[in-house]
């Protein structure tokens, strides 16, 4: 009876010492893990917000002609550059009458839902507005960018005009932006959240192996340092029994 007392004691302790260390091991994994996951998340979001209103901007500077003169072959070409992006969903090029002038992929349904707006610093505020994570149904989550197509158009200043005696072209033009149009963007987060999925599959498994083998070091530094007690104690017991 004392022998298995004495054996209940010993494992006990041993346990609850492997088993305290090793939540509090997961605990601070855990943690950690949520966080650099976290961070990664944002800043694979942040890449693709950035990357996509690049792309947007650069299109709609290359949209100005196309859109002018409402050529569709010219606005086909500029947009048969996404076919190499595998993350575009739909993209649409509309003139200042919302007339559609050209578009690329799948249109998406009417039915969007808005989840909330992209973080950007835009010259044009009132289409930066209008930049957000989207949900189409039966899709999934979308970036969607909207930029205006513009023209720069010269204007003669014909008060300046008719009191200037020699010509100075700094006096007599004025050059103006005007919106002849948009373009709108859908960019699919499939990919990017596909790769956060990985990540934080990753993640759990190495969690998982480092408190297997924290519990396995430990187990046998605790066998180690009270084997030596626990042979001291018995011992003692024995002289004690004598």
């Known amino acids: 009876m004392r022998t298995w007392l004495q054996f209940h004691r010993h494992v006990g302790i041993r346990a609850k010492f492997v088993v305290s260390f090793s939540i509090l091991l997961i605990g601070c994994i855990v943690i950690i893990s949520s966080y650099l996951i976290k961070r990664q998340s944002e800043g694979y979001r942040r890449e693709l917000e950035a990357s996509g209103e690049t792309l947007t901007r650069l299109l709609a500077m290359q949209s100005e002609s196309g859109v002018l003169f409402e050529s569709t072959y010219e606005l086909d070409e500029v947009l048969k550059q996404l076919e190499a992006f ?28 808005l989840i909330r707006p992209v973080e950007t610093e835009d010259l044009h505020q009132h289409y930066s507005d209008q930049d957000c994570y989207v949900e189409l149904p039966e899709l999934g989550e979308f970036i969607r960018y909207i930029r205006p197509v513009v023209s720069r158009i010269e204007r003669i200043d014909r008060e300046n005009l008719g009191i200037t005696q020699y010509y100075d072209s700094s006096l007599v033009h004025n050059f103006v932006l005007e919106e002849i149009g948009t373009i709108t963007i859908f960019l699919s987060l499939k990919q990017v959240n596909q790769s956060i999925a990985d990540a934080s599959t990753v993640a759990i498994q190495v969690t998982l192996a480092v408190a297997l083998l924290a519990m396995i070091l430990m187990t046998l530094l605790v066998r180690i340092i009270t084997d030596p007690v626990q042979e001291l104690v018995d011992v003692c017991l024995l002289y004690t029994s004598d």
Request: aromatic share 4%; proline share 7%.
């Open 86 to 113: 595998d993350d575009i969903h739909y993209a649409v090029i509309k003139n200042d009458e919302e007339r559609i002038l050209s578009e690329i992929g799948t249109r998406p349904p009417e039915n969007i839902r």
